[in-house]
């Protein structure tokens, strides 16, 4: 085994591959760019060398610098975890020179998967099914509607060295052949410098399912079972689960003879991916093979009991596999849902700033239901504009899919972060979307049950009951609390009347509270007059004033929910509904209906920002009349360029920001007059 890895890369899987590495006894070397100064992965690295700038190409995607300080403090083997070098052959090649193993395939497997059409022909030489299409460079957009139309619309126009779901079309008569072939071959040509492009047929409503293999460098080759990634929000995965609920035992063992069959083909000797595309009948096509280890792994390791890293780091080593494929089973089901730090309610734009909270749920096993969390961050840290805005894996494993789910819910709306916008809320509705748990799902999944993008859903039904009951339990707390305080005044005991106004949102609700601190507490609410039938909510909960999240039972089942003081009262989020909530007493609630409401300040006459980013122009001077539609201003973040456009026809009176200023969200950038 290797005395010292150097781990060429950041973020959670920095630390995964390390956590791995450490149980071996191994040594491990970080490397970090200036904006990883503090992250988690060098500090859990028990060496650290930085490696240049917080721009990947200049850091963690240059060759040099990260063989440099793989030689200069004598690693003997890299891991490149997944994205930045991780299937680059010329990287493998580099470390293989200077005698440092390459954790990963031999660099000719790279080469070889790493081009779409290439890859479709060895796996159609491998009798591997393929998605009916043409194998050959197209070059003109008339050849293009010729072929089209002899595979048989819709099709899929793609660019050969395409990745990231760049240069895709899909076309649906010849006359969108021609201009998707057009648009195609440019994204191409100015996203990977190579401008081939082929067609096959579009897959209808088609499920994303992929074989996980693992090879040795002895020709050992064997499958470890399939994962879905169906749900993806523009062809990014957001949610993965193993098994999948579509695949019986037939499909999977043929799929994954097929997957053997590339890989023995190619001779590959990792681990590694063969994703396919699955129509209704569950016929399946070959889409392409990543040759690394996927972000997705962990739902792998959680059915198989195996830790990919160790396997990858063995094989790596020379060791032969010690498993064979009878000895692989798959037990349970598990689920990994991906926190993105990015506003769900603003169509995903990413966020960015300070961790200033962050609190993971419970960890661990516990009555055979297991929750993991692989994270890069911490505390006090920063999600920056640099990176991937992934911050942590969420992964549940139990011996029922449902069962799994249901666990991901719960340790979701345990899960506290503050600082910026994360998707958590939209996972936590994800997790009881009823196509979901029924597992009736496809790519088009998102887009079809989010078709306005997401907005949170109205509190309603037992939500709503348990965010009424969470919320006067708290009030009848904190009476009980100023009851309990030692000398006051004698005479009069001081009564608290039990009724109260609980507002959630706009909406006023009489409850009834009785019970606690130490035993269950009973909030009734609804009955006569209120239009509504008689509700009555048991809670029990350890709770206590100061933590985010209130945790025990509603009705016997156990919640979580988050917890925030606001002015006069409280956020309360639960199942990915956010609403403030006060709770009054009748004549509070009598007077409180006399105070006059403050107004929402009017920014219609702003530009404001939409997203923490950085201004890349102007489009407009002051004092110039706009049209709605024109272009104002281009924002950079994410490394993506977004042109903010005027709503309305309007008159620049002011202008706030200037080309290169790094702005905040709701920065203004212009005034209308
Ligand atoms: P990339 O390498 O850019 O990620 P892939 O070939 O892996 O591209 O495809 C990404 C996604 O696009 C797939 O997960 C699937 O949802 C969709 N897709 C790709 N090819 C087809 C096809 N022929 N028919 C339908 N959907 C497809």
Known sequence: MFAKLLIANRGEIACRIIRTAKRLGIHTVAVYSEADRDALHVEMADEAVAIGPAAAAHSYLDIAKIVAAAKSTGADAVHPGYGFLSENAAFARALEKEGITFVGPNPRAIEAMGDKIESKKLAAKAKVSTVPGHLG???TAKDAVK?????????????????????????????EVAEG?????????????????????YIEEPRHIEIQVLGDKHGNIIHLGERECSIQRRNQKVIEEAPSPFIDAKTRAAMGAQAVALSKAVGYDSAGTVEFIVDKKRNFYFLEMNTRLQVEHPVT??????????QMLKVAAGDKLAIKQKDVTLKGSAVEARVYAEDPTRNF??????????????????????TRLDSGVEEGGEISVYYDPMIAKLVTHASKRLQAIEQMGR???????????????????????????DGRLSTKFIAEEFPEGFQPSAPKGEVRDALIAVAASIDHLSNQRRRAITQQMHGEPVRFAVTRIVQLGEELNRVTVEGGPDGPMVVTMGGKGTGERQRRVTLESSWWFGASVWEGTVDGKPAAMQVRPILNGTSLIFQGVEVPVRVFTEAEAELEALMPVKEKPDTSKFLLCPMPGLVVSLAVCEGQAVAAGDPLCVVEAMKMENVLKAERDAKVSKILAKPGDSLNVDAVILEFA
């Not at 709306?413 to 748990?437: C, Q, S, T, Y």
């Open 137 to 139: 460079v197209i070059d």
């Open 147 to 175: 072929i089209a139309e002899e595979i048989g619309f819709p099709v899929m126009i793609k660019a050969s060295a395409g990745g990231g779901g760049k240069g895709m079309r899909i076309a649906y008569s010849a006359k």
């Open 181 to 201: 072939f057009t648009s195609s071959k440019s994204e191409a040509k100015s996203s990977f410098g190579d401008d081939r492009v082929f067609i096959e047929k």
């Open 301 to 310: 390791e959680l059915v198989t009991g195996l830790d990919l890293v160790e």
């Open 349 to 370: 734009l990413p966020s960015t700033g300070r961790l200033v909270r962050y609190q993971p749920p419970k960890l661990g096993t516990e009555k055979g239901v297991t």
């Open 411 to 437: 340790a979701l709306d345990a899960f506290a972060i503050d600082g910026f916008r994360h998707n958590i809320p939209f996972l936590a509705v994800l997790m009881r979307n009823e196509r979901w748990r």
